[in-house]
T-cell receptor, first 113, second 113 residues
Framework: DTGVSQNPRHKITKRGQNVTFRCDPI?????LYWYRQTLGQGPEFLTY????????KSRLLSDRFSAERPKGSFSTLEIQRTEQGDSAMYLC???????????FGQGTRLTVV | AQSVTQLDSHVSVSEGTPVLLRCNYS??????LFWYVQHPNKGLQLLLK??????LVKGINGFEAEFKKSETSFHLTKPSAHMSDAAEYFC???????????FGTGTRLKVLA
């Protein structure tokens, strides 16, 4: 068990480009969450998967954002036509069935220039 | 609706003196409450959690928190601060159905030599 893994750790992209992040949860964790953390703020919930089903999306998740979790294992978060306001740390977390405790990855820091 | 308020954005203590980080929550039902710590360039680490068992919760690294329903508080304490405790601390309330987290805005703890 190596914990929640996120790749890449850092991403610098030009405004208007598309980016994709990957999250590998702890094996056998059925729930997976994406959060966004901007400088000086606490993480904010973006979306949540139970197995492969995306069960909830925050209104923070505009149409330019899409997340998938094929086969209920790893997840990807794609941002299309990036904007400077998308610059943030994107955090992934997973939790086991019946357990309220979430384990977080180290995040992907996105900088849009 | 659930919410979390961290009453201090910054706290400074001298090494060896007690630490108190304050958190108030709002929840329409019995909440799950957590404290997480975030060191620079590191992932979020769980310090402790309250899930309706004992109201005094002990966590890692000598931290503890007391759930006070009448005051809707979940303050984090440590008897004696160590330099390595300097970090950002987040109080979190967990949603009972989806287990998504609602984070406070964080308290930055500074430990003075």
């Amino acid at each position: 068990d190596t914990g929640v893994s996120q790749n890449p750790r850092h991403k610098i992209t030009k405004r208007g480009q598309n980016v994709t992040f990957r999250c590998d949860p702890i094996s056998e964790h059925n729930r997976l969450y994406w959060y966004r953390q901007t400088l000086g703020q606490g993480p904010e919930f973006l979306t949540y998967f139970q197995n492969e089903a995306q069960l909830e999306k925050s209104r923070l998740l505009s149409d330019r954002f899409s997340a998938e979790r094929p086969k209920g294992s790893f997840s990807t978060l794609e941002i299309q036509r990036t904007e400077q306001g998308d610059s943030a740390m994107y955090l992934c977390a997973s939790s086991a069935p019946g357990n309220t405790e979430a384990f977080f990855g180290q995040g992907t820091r996105l900088t849009v220039v | 609706a659930q919410s979390v308020t961290q009453l201090d954005s910054h706290v400074s203590v001298s090494e060896g003196t007690p630490v108190l980080l304050r958190c108030n929550y709002s929840s329409s039902y019995s909440p799950s409450l957590f404290w997480y710590v975030q060191h620079p360039n590191k992932g979020l680490q769980l310090l402790l959690k309250y899930t309706s068992a004992a109201t005094l919760v002990k966590g890692i690294n000598g931290f503890e928190a007391e759930f006070k329903k009448s005051e809707t508080s979940f303050h984090l304490t440590k008897p004696s601060a160590h330099m390595s405790d300097a970090a950002e601390y987040f109080c979190v309330v967990g949603h009972s159905g989806t287990y998504k987290y609602i984070f406070g805005t964080g308290t930055r703890l500074k430990v003075l030599a």
